[in-house]
């Protein structure tokens, strides 16, 4: 496998930093994930500017340009002989004597790419729905950078995979309960459907901006279905008809178990059928574009 790291495409196998990379010591870095279809990087524009609003968060200069950035990605996907793949890209504050402040004078950032085959979600996940649980949402305030320092998300997701479930729906607690509402799940966004609403959360500090969950509000503006953008309380979870999952990986999923429990009738609603069927058509439009 052909990975990207500082300047040179090389094996995976060959690829070598420094054990001093602050990446590796603090997690001092940000990362982006694109999904590929026909080879072509899928709203590579959104992922940069999100990748750049990382970068600012933590203080990093970008090392590229935009135009840079595209031509090394693509060139990237021409190293995989997968039509559909999916790009890691990886930057951090680079290598330095271990201090948490800084390197002064300042160093050069690592970065670092690869590329994956893009599984699709299997089709009896799609059928059945997944599972999901709740869990309290202990990551920082800070949850719209996209930061390599994912142990809490690790250990959030684990939770999940204990319990049998594919998700954590995360829930910010409140002094009064009833006050609790829901970010995002350990690795995707979440939406609910109540009484034909799709209810999504506001983008804000506590959640990442999701390049699906843009494209999943769009679709479902141009689709008439209304949308409520809005804090989510998370005793609404329990009685919302829908639950969905968005992530570039995953692209769109049903919710159908939550805290085993049944959502809605336990089946996937007709808003994911829709918005599932509208995303694959999408995304087969714009790949066909010149
Ligand atoms: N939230 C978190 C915490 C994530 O890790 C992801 C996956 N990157 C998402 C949301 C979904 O974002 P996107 O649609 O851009 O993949």
């Given at each position: ?42 709203r590579l524009h959104e992922h940069l500017v ?151 959360p506001p983008k804000d500090n506590l959640m ?83």
């Amino acid at each position: 496998m052909t990975v990207y790291l500082n300047g040179q495409f090389l094996p995976l196998e060959e690829a070598r930093i420094p054990v001093l990379d602050r990446g590796f010591i603090f997690g001092d870095g940000v990362y982006e994930v694109i999904p590929v279809y026909s080879k072509r990087a899928f709203r590579l524009h959104e992922h940069l500017v999100r990748l750049q609003h990382s970068l600012d968060g933590v203080r990093i200069d970008n090392p590229h340009s935009v135009g840079e950035w595209a031509a090394l990605i693509n060139t990237l996907i021409s190293h995989h002989q997968h039509e559909d793949q999916y790009v890691y890209l990886h930057i951090t504050r680079g290598v330095a004597k271990r201090d948490h402040a800084f390197p002064q004078p300042a160093v050069a950032p690592t970065v670092f790419m690869m590329s994956n085959p893009l599984t699709h979600p299997a089709a009896e996940l799609l059928q059945s729905g997944v599972s999901a649980i709740t869990a309290v949402d202990n990551r920082w305030l800070r949850c719209d950078i996209k930061s390599i320092s994912l142990l809490p998300n690790v250990l959030l997701r684990q939770q999940a995979v204990d319990a049998g479930c594919a998700e954590v729906i995360l829930v910010r607690v409140e002094n009064n309960d009833s006050d609790s509402f829901i970010t995002e799940g350990s690795a995707s966004n979440i939406f609910l459907v109540r009484d034909g609403i799709l209810l999504a959360p506001p983008k804000d500090n506590l959640m990442l901006p999701g390049i699906t969950y843009d494209v999943i509000l769009e679709l479902a503006a141009a689709a008439g279905i209304p949308c409520s953008v809005r804090r989510i309380l998370k005793q609404e979870l329990y009685s919302a008809d829908e639950i969905l999952l968005t992530s570039s990986t995953r692209e769109v999923m049903p919710i159908t178990m939550l805290d085993g429990k049944p959502v809605g009738n336990g089946r996937p609603g007709p808003l994911f059928r829709q918005l599932h069927d509208r995303y694959q058509h999408f995304k087969r439009e714009v790949m066909r574009k010149p």
